[in-house]
C-alpha cells in the first residue's frame, strides 16, 4: 500500500534540470506485494520504491537517460534509445 508519492528534482548549476524521478513510500507491512531489486530505504526510515519515469538531463537540457518503472517498483523495458549525447542523437549499443 502506497502511503504517499514524492517527486525528486535536482537542478545544474545553470538552472536546468538535471534529475527528476518520483517515490512512493510503502508501508512496511506490505513491503512483499512490491519488487525485491526495487525497494529503498533503511530499516528506521519508511521503505519506498521508484515509479513512473526515472530521467537524468545533460546541462543543456537534452536528455542523457531514462528509466520507466512499474507501479511495483520493477524497471519497464522501452523501445526508446536509453542514452543521449548532449546533442540529444542516441547512442547506439
Known amino acids: 500500500m502506497i502511503l504517499r508519492t514524492e517527486i525528486i528534482e535536482e537542478f545544474h548549476k545553470n538552472g536546468q534540470m538535471f534529475f527528476t524521478e518520483t517515490r512512493a513510500?510503502?508501508?512496511?507491512?506490505?513491503?512483499?506485494?512490491?519488487?525485491?531489486?526495487?525497494i529503498?530505504?533503511?530499516?528506521?526510515?519508511t521503505p519506498w520504491i521508484r515509479i513512473g519515469k526515472q530521467i537524468k538531463f545533460h546541462d543543456n537540457g537534452q536528455k542523457a537517460w531514462e528509466l520507466v518503472y512499474s507501479e511495483k517498483g520493477d524497471v519497464i523495458k522501452s523501445n526508446e534509445p536509453s542514452n543521449?549525447?548532449?546533442?540529444?542523437t542516441p547512442i547506439r549499443w
Open 25 to 38: 513510500f510503502i508501508a512496511p507491512l506490505f513491503i512483499a506485494q512490491y519488487s525485491p531489486y526495487g
Open 40 to 45: 529503498r530505504g533503511s530499516q528506521t526510515d
Open 84 to 88: 543521449w549525447y548532449p546533442d540529444g
